[in-house]
């Protein structure tokens, strides 16, 4: 077991890394701690096609567990909704979502020796990864989720009409809950002298190499994020105590707990704190939440930090009456989840869960279960759950023209008969 000293309910750092990573590893072993949460039949997937089960995986992700995976493209990989439910979300079985072709394998030929430019600060410098390694040590456990996780429940909300929402249809698997390693960003700006006056916010730039002729700022994956994140931003080296694979932004990553997977820079390059968010397509213009018929732009809020979501992951198909263990994961966004209730009748009355496994901080996932008598007929399995502030997740969320940030409890019902 995890022993809970090496957590704080308000600190989502580990201050015990190698024993939280021996933790981690006990988890992806292992599967959920405290708990046995058993996986039953084929997962129900929106979106998962028979053809996307049978698409094998693109070469740079090769190395996946091809039966956790439904691949909608070369970058766009999900998890199916029975491998969502570990306290640790094996690397094996992380959805991908990249926004630029995968770069190839020089990325990570020389992980020690890759370079970070770092700006507006007091003294600008280019820090080897080497040289972040010597200044400083944390792991963070969090959920890392696409912004369009939930996507397919909006679109499926619109079948029929005149409207639509373009993008790919994920279901629940664009999410994941990992454990990052690397430095306190906060830490690198105080060594390099701190930030210069007026920075309001933390802008961070991929590595990505852009094909000639095409205009950078149309391409380019950057984004900013308020300042006020500065206690909690990583750059991190490693995932899940191995070093950051290729496909999930080796050799570096920006990592910023509680915001949308995009904000999650891979393959940084260069960071500099600004005074303005960066005018590059993805953010001024993309990953905007604005009404449909509407275009993204900065006057609307950007993707930022996540809301308070859960769903089942078991059961999920037909079986027998009797005790049944209804389970699942829930999450709060930039609050630790408080509370989570489940409805067997598709929301008519709901009885609280309770958490099993350990509490990884307030930014990570917790799973939860309830253990009921159930007598043959049909049930609609949801959750709902509430974050530390006391926001519980809507019925349905408002439709936005991007189909960003689905956290409803109805859509992800899972209905099952017992005999």
């Known amino acids: 077991m995890i022993d809970e000293k090496w957590l704080s309910d308000n600190d989502p750092v580990c201050s015990n890394r190698r024993g939280f990573l021996r933790g981690v590893a006990a988890v992806t072993a292992g599967g959920a701690l405290g708990v046995s949460i058993p996986l039953q039949g084929a997962d129900i997937v929106a979106g998962a096609s028979a053809q996307e089960a049978a698409t094998p995986l693109p070469e740079y992700v090769k190395w996946k567990n091809p039966d956790s995976m439904i691949v909608h493209s070369d970058q766009t990989l999900e998890t199916r909704r029975a491998y969502t439910g570990s306290v640790i979300t094996p690397e094996e079985q992380l959805y991908v979502r990249n926004n630029i072709k995968a770069p190839d394998d020089s990325f990570i030929a020389d992980r020690d020796g890759w370079k970070l430019e770092i700006t507006g600060v007091k003294s600008p410098t280019v820090l080897s990864v080497a040289e972040l390694k010597t200044m400083g040590l944390t792991t963070v456990a969090m959920v890392l989720q696409c912004s369009g996780n939930g996507r397919a429940y909006f679109q499926e909300k619109l079948k029929g009409t005149d409207k639509a929402i373009k993008g790919t249809s994920w279901a629940l698997g664009?999410?994941?809950?990992?454990?990052?390693?690397?430095?306190?960003?906060?830490?690198?700006?105080e060594a390099v002298?701190?930030?210069?006056?007026?920075?309001?916010?933390?802008?961070?730039?991929?590595?990505?190499?852009?094909?000639?002729?095409?205009?950078?700022?149309?391409?380019?994956?950057?984004?900013?994020?308020?300042?006020?994140?500065?206690?909690?931003?990583?750059?991190?080296w490693e995932l899940n105590g191995k070093p950051i694979s290729l496909a999930h932004g080796g050799p570096l990553r920006m990592i910023v707990p509680g915001y949308a997977g995009v904000n999650n820079v891979k393959y940084v390059a260069k960071l500099s704190l600004t005074d303005t968010e960066t005018d590059a397509k993805i953010q001024k213009t993309r990953y905007r939440v604005h009404d449909m018929g509407t275009e993204g732009s900065a006057d609307v809020p950007s993707v930022?930090?996540?809301?308070?979501?859960?769903?089942?992951?078991?059961?999920?198909?037909?079986?027998?009456?009797?005790?049944?263990?209804?389970?699942?994961?829930?999450?709060?966004?930039?609050?630790?989840?408080?509370?989570?209730?489940?409805s067997t009748d598709g929301g008519k009355n709901w009885h609280k869960a309770d958490f099993v496994g350990p509490d990884l901080g307030r930014f990570a996932w917790r799973q939860f279960a309830l253990s009921t008598e159930l007598e043959?007929?049909?049930?609609?399995?949801?959750?709902?759950?509430?974050?530390?502030?006391?926001?519980?997740?809507?019925?349905?969320?408002?439709?936005?023209?991007?189909?960003?940030?689905?956290?409803g409890w109805l859509a992800p019902g899972v209905k099952i008969s017992l005999a």
């Open 174 to 189: 664009a999410a994941g809950c990992v454990a990052w390693t690397g430095v306190p960003l906060k830490t690198v700006i």
């Open 193 to 236: 002298g701190g930030a210069s006056p007026g920075a309001k916010f933390i802008t961070g730039t991929g590595g990505e190499k852009i094909p000639a002729g095409l205009n950078p700022k149309d391409i380019i994956v950057e984004r900013s994020v308020p300042i006020s994140n500065l206690d909690t931003v990583l750059l991190a």
């Open 304 to 342: 930022w930090a996540m809301d308070v979501k859960s769903w089942v992951t078991s059961p999920l198909s037909d079986g027998k009456a009797g005790r049944v263990t209804v389970a699942g994961v829930a999450f709060g966004g930039m609050n630790a989840v408080q509370e989570v209730e489940i």
């Open 376 to 407: 043959p007929g049909s049930y609609t399995l949801v959750s709902r759950a509430t974050d530390a502030t006391g926001k519980t997740q809507p019925e349905e969320p408002e439709l936005n023209a991007g189909g960003y940030s689905h956290n």
